[in-house]
């Protein structure tokens, strides 16, 4: 996906300089089917796009948007040359606002991933913006004054309505894919994944169809300008069972059966509208669908809230667990070690013969270590849990080596043949997890080796790239992992049989620390003959 900070635009593919032009004088071409009075159409196109196309790739979208406002009015017969940068400059003020109030605001235009955000895009980025073009075109006596009222608030609502019905459903539905081909200028980010899943049942398809059903039959029986709150009425309840993405589309389809499909065959050929009944409709419908929207919008945000707070809740639940866990193992491999020690110094006071005080004091001293290396291994998983993640340049070979130069004093470290082949040479990633992985995975390698007076212990440590992703092997040619031990590797405490070195910490740890940094670790092992463990990263 590409992304570029504000007021950037070099990871923007190219061709986003040239598409929006040619859509915009399309969209003026069909505007002019609808065509009001005199120079104004109650639906123009060319600001629907504009308004979508400015908050995926900003500036050259203004460019675009000003160069065919110049050109449009020409192809509408429009003669007077001097004015025509005036207009060309009003109308692209009028995108340029819509962009730059939302992005002063910091509006999540993409998914309108709560209430406020939504509130703030229809004030600032939609009646703010459409409130300023059409005042312009109204107050600078393109329009003869009879009626002028109404007609400046029909045309009002329904550039309000057709790019709210249209403009809003297209940012969100329409954005990952205009960030997958093209780029867009801010991260996308999407709080409806669970939300969207919750309709993909049988039973949810066919109430989509019934509604769909019965607005297309509402829209052949009945009289818009009559019964116009009928549709509201659908949003609105939409609204309230299905959530915000759903009340989107339903707003989508209404405005197509009622605005598009009929043609406005409801509307006055003369010049100046008289009628102030369609001005109602259109208040009424706009009001109502906004209603229906903002409401589908908090009951979304009421169901994410209770998503998260479910999650939540199942992770206290898997905490408190492992902390029931955690203190009980604590506990046991902490005291262990002391009574080890404890018992060779009554022992050592009850021993006569000074020839076996350096092999209890061995024992001691394996004792404490063994003690020493746990409360390490808990020191790092405390760090590993509460460690903000920064991401940063890791040169590969630099930290193996610093990892490795911690065991060169280890029994057997000395026959121990290690061979690396680094087709990647650096890695961008959280330094002290990453360290923290690789010196468990690197640790286990070399602690686990074959007691054979013919076997020659050996480990491996590559990198290379599969697929955009950056795969960190470590290989050995140890004992190997029995089958049924697999499956519980890397859960807390977790040792495959009593003689097994260490406390069973070190997998989970390494674990929990690929999860913060975005990877995944993966075993392969055939027991007696080795393993190998893989860290992928996602670039």
């Known amino acids: 996906m590409k992304v570029a900070s504000d007021g950037e635009s070099k990871n923007l593919s190219w061709w986003t300089w040239v598409l929006p032009f040619p859509l915009f004088l399309i969209g003026a071409q069909v ?23 400015v908050h995926w790739w900003g500036w050259r979208v203004i460019i675009a948007f000003y160069l ?21 400059t009003q109308q692209t003020l009028t995108i340029f606002l819509s962009w730059k109030l939302c992005r002063w605001k910091k509006i999540e235009v993409y998914s309108f991933s709560s209430t406020s955000h939504l509130i703030w895009f229809v004030v600032i980025g939609l009646i703010i913006p459409i409130s300023f073009n059409v005042s312009y075109l109204f107050f600078t ?29 297209a940012l969100y539905y329409l954005t990952p894919l205009a960030a997958r081909y093209a780029g867009v200028q801010t991260d996308v980010k999407y709080p409806f994944g669970f939300e969207i899943s919750k309709y993909t049942t049988r039973k949810y398809f066919i109430e989509f169809l019934l509604i769909a059903s019965i607005m ?36 989508l389809f209404a405005y197509l059966l009622t605005y598009l499909l009929p043609y406005f065959n409801f509307l006055n050929d003369e010049l100046g509208i008289k009628d ?30 209770r998503e ?15 902390l029931d866990r955690f203190v009980y193992s604590v506990s046991h491999d902490l005291t262990a070690p002391l009574k080890s020690v404890k018992g060779l110094i009554n022992v050592i006071r009850l021993e006569r013969d000074q020839n076996q005080m350096p092999e209890y004091v061995d024992m001691i001293e394996k004792s404490v270590v063994k003690l020493e290396d746990f409360i390490t291994e808990v020191l790092d998983y405390s760090r590993s849990n509460r460690k903000e993640v920064l991401a940063e340049e890791i040169k590969i070979d630099p930290l193996i080596n610093e990892i490795l130069d911690n065991y060169r004093y280890m029994d057997s470290f000395e026959k121990l043949y290690i061979h690396t082949r680094y087709d990647i040479l650096s890695v961008k990633t959280d330094r002290f997890l990453f360290k923290l992985i690789m010196n468990n995975l690197i640790s286990n390698a070399i602690k686990y080796q074959r007691n054979q007076h013919d076997h020659t212990p050996e480990i491996s440590i590559t990198t ?33 049989d009593s003689s097994t070195y260490g406390s069973g910490l070190g997998l989970y740890i390494a674990k929990v620390s690929a999860e913060r940094i975005n ?10 003959s080795g393993s190998t463990f893989t860290v992928t990263i996602n670039d």
């Not at 004054?145 to 809003?168: P, Q, Y």
């Not at 669908?289 to 589908?296: F, K, Q, R």
């Open 31 to 53: 505007s002019t089917y609808f065509q009001l009075i005199q120079s104004a159409s109650l639906i123009y196109f060319p600001v629907l796009f504009g308004l979508v196309f």
């Open 68 to 88: 065919s406002a110049l050109l449009i009015p020409l192809l509408w017969g429009y003669t007077n040359y001097l004015l025509l940068p005036l207009m060309a």
């Open 141 to 169: 006596s393109l329009f003869n004054t009879e009626n002028f009222w109404t007609n400046f608030l029909l045309i009002w609502f329904a550039d309000f309505f057709t790019v709210f019905a249209l403009a809003i459903p």
């Open 216 to 251: 297309i039959l509402l829209s052949q029986t009945i009289t818009f300008e009559k019964y116009w709150f009928i549709y509201g009425v659908i949003s609105v309840t939409v609204g309230m069972r299905y959530g915000f993405s759903i009340v989107i589309l339903v707003n």
């Open 276 to 305: 102030t009944l369609l001005v109602n409709v259109h208040l009424g419908m706009s009001t109502i669908c906004v209603a229906g929207v903002l409401i589908g919008r908090a009951m979304s945000d009421l169901w994410i809230s």
């Open 308 to 322: 998260k707070l479910s999650m939540a809740n199942e992770k206290l639940q898997v905490t408190n667990r492992e």
């Open 464 to 496: 290379h790239r599969v697929n955009g992703s950056i795969k960190v092997g470590v290989s050995d040619n140890g004992t190997g992992i029995k089958e049924d031990s697999k499956n519980h590797l890397f859960t807390m405490f977790y040792r495959g």
């Open 519 to 528: 990877a995944k670790i993966e075993v392969d092992s055939v027991y007696g």
